[in-house]
């Protein structure tokens, strides 16, 4: 998992629950990078999973719940990195739809060892859409956060239901309807 995903992580946490809180799930995990990340490393996925899951119990807030929350932040992070992806769009539903064929294709140029999820397109209207999410990471509240705020970016809203079609979280259903 890329750095800036960990870095813009606890920055958040530092903001909302203060510097302790960020000390804490720190040391509270066993973190091969002692928990010092730079935005252009690569760490394992799986201190980002402690991180979330220490969060997730000194706060008693779901990790569902705080992935969709940072994916909301993580979104304002990606328009302002990568503004000419965001300028190829017009619409959310094409938007959402090219991340698979476009987006995370070019994602993978600047960062070829980054870890993405797949999105398949089942089915697309001009008003819906349906794709099938895949990934090992189970960060489908992360997706739901960034669609969410992709229809903001356009000045729309929708609809969206999360159908998971395993028990783990891995493969889920997105149902996504413009309001
Ligand atoms: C310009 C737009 C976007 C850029 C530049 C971008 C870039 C990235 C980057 C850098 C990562 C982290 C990869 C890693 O840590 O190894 C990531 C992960 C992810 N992205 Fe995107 N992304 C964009 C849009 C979207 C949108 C709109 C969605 C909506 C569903 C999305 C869904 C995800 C998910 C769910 C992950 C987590 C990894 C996983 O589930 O396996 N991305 N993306």
Redesign the pocket.
Known sequence: ??G??FTEFLDLVEEKFGLEMVDKIITDSNLESNGIYTSIG?YKFSEMLQLLQHLSKNTSIPIDSLLLVY?EHF?SV??K??PE??ATYNDPID??SS?ENH??V??RK??P?????T?EVIEKTQNSLIMI?K??????H???G??NK?FEHFNSKATIILEKLNEDGTEVK?LITKN
Do not use: N
């Not at 990934?135 to 489908?140: C, V």
């Open positions: 998992m890329k800036i995903v690569t994916a979104f990606l328009k990195s990568y992806l965001f938007m959402l991340i987006i995370h070019e994602v600047i960062y060892d980054a870890e993405l999820p999105f999410y990934s090992s990471r189970a960060m489908h992360f997706g739901l960034l669609m992709t997105f």
